[in-house]
């Protein structure tokens, strides 16, 4: 597996792989009916970076990185991934991860805060955890995940250094 800069050629796998997680609505702050312009835009046209987990020439997941706030908190960047269902369980997320903190270093930020994960997301919140990152505040039914109503999300967090 490679991970490498998307490029706009990459689109139509990375809405493949977006659109049923955004649609689901169970792990991102996105309207489920975005389309598919407004998710192009959110993904790649906004942050810093956008990259794809590749193997064989198949895209398994993508994240993207971006400055968390500006002003004096441009220090610390956030970053949001996405495995392919198919690919769950092969170490994708772990892959992706591990490069954004690399690449984040690399572009000279500080800290990475992911400032949404739903504590409904265990395997999320535990590989985040195995990679360092501490849950710095819990928002109270901040979500209203389809299936399992109002849940709580983290905020997460790990300095760069």
Same mark, same amino acid.
């Given at each position: ?16 792989? *977006? ?13 489920? $009916? ?10 790649? $046209? %906004? ?17 993207? *990185? ?33 490069? %954004? *903190? ?41 979500? $209203? ?6 849940? $709580? ?7 760069? %250094?």
């Amino acid at each position: 597996m490679i991970i490498r800069a998307a490029t706009a050629a990459d689109w139509p796998a990375l809405w493949d792989i *977006l659109r049923p997680v955004f649609r689901a609505g169970e792990t991102y702050a996105v309207d489920r $009916d975005i389309d598919e312009s407004a998710a192009r835009a959110l993904w790649c $046209d %906004s942050p810093a970076a956008t990259f794809v987990a590749e193997d064989a020439g198949r895209i398994l997941g993508t994240y993207y *990185l971006k400055t968390n706030h500006q002003g004096g908190a441009r220090h610390v960047c956030n970053c949001g991934y996405v495995t392919d269902a198919t690919a769950t369980g092969r170490g994708v997320a772990r892959a992706m991860c591990e490069h %954004s *903190l690399a690449a984040a270093r690399a572009m000279g930020y500080r800290a990475m805060q992911f400032n949404l994960v739903l504590a409904s997301n265990a395997a999320a919140v535990a590989l985040w955890q195995k990679l360092g990152f501490q849950i710095v505040g819990t928002l109270p039914q901040v979500f $209203d995940h389809p299936r399992l109503g109002l849940v $709580d999300g983290h905020v997460m967090w790990k300095a760069l %250094s």
